[in-house]
């Protein structure tokens, strides 16, 4: 199946820091998501993002889905946003989501 | 909207006990989706609805494991006979439609298999 690589797999911010995180994914893909979920466990979805790029406040994400990957920037950190992100491909073919391991992020006051 | 209910919140069993987690989704949503988390294996989607029928269930890990989707408003998830291996957190999600659209997640159910 596809294998979704996500880098880094920690990271440290102070806040006010701007941070990118990565996807690699293996094979072409129909979808692209990015979750964040906080340290209570809550999960909530980003974005959707085949290709291109979008913006919703802070938060950026840009997919080169010929280059099989896919970039979430964060500018000006603030300590709400630490948790894991999470990117999830669906493979093209499939009708299924696979979950990347996650990067955890810390945004410290 | 009150968003997506789950119940129960936590539950703690024992081996071989039938487990089943309930979810409502949205209203108006057409898709629901079922996900579990575990340490070992992260983020997994077990199984997802549209119009209240099975479109993918190739997550699903085996035959213990059971999903319905009886009408717009409930699913469940049945695990029968439980394993302690079943401990993990399953979230409940709903979509207007598909993959492609924002999901909204509950606040997930807390398996403990004894």
């Known amino acids: 199946g596809i294998q979704v690589e996500q880098s880094p797999p920690d990271l440290i911010l102070q806040e006010g820091a701007n941070s990118t995180l990565r996807c690699n994914f293996s094979d072409s893909v129909n979808n692209l998501q990015w979750f964040h979920q906080n340290p209570w466990g809550q999960l909530i979805n980003l974005f959707y993002?085949?290709?291109g790029t979008k913006q919703n406040g802070r938060l950026s994400a840009t997919t080169v889905a010929t280059e099989r990957y896919s970039l979430l920037y964060i500018s000006s950190s603030q300590t709400t946003d630490s948790g894991v992100y999470f990117c999830a491909v669906e493979a093209r073919g499939y009708s299924t989501l696979t979950f990347g391991k996650g990067t955890m992020l810390l945004v410290s006051p | 909207d009150a968003g997506v209910i789950q119940s129960p919140r936590h539950e703690v069993t024992e081996m071989g006990q039938e487990v089943t987690l309930r979810c409502k989704p949205i209203?108006?949503?057409?898709?629901l989706f079922w996900y579990r988390q575990t340490m070992m294996r992260g983020l997994e989607l077990l199984i997802y609805f549209n119009n209240n029928v099975p479109i993918d269930d190739s997550g699903m890990p085996e035959d213990r494991f059971s999903a319905k989707m009886p009408n717009a408003s409930f699913s469940t998830l049945k695990i029968q006979p439980s394993e302690p291996r079943d401990s993990a957190v399953y979230f409940c999600a709903s979509s207007l439609r598909g993959l492609g659209n924002e999901q909204f997640f509950g606040p997930g159910t807390r398996l403990t298999v004894l």
């Open positions: 993002i085949p290709s």
């Open positions: 209203s108006g949503h057409n898709s």
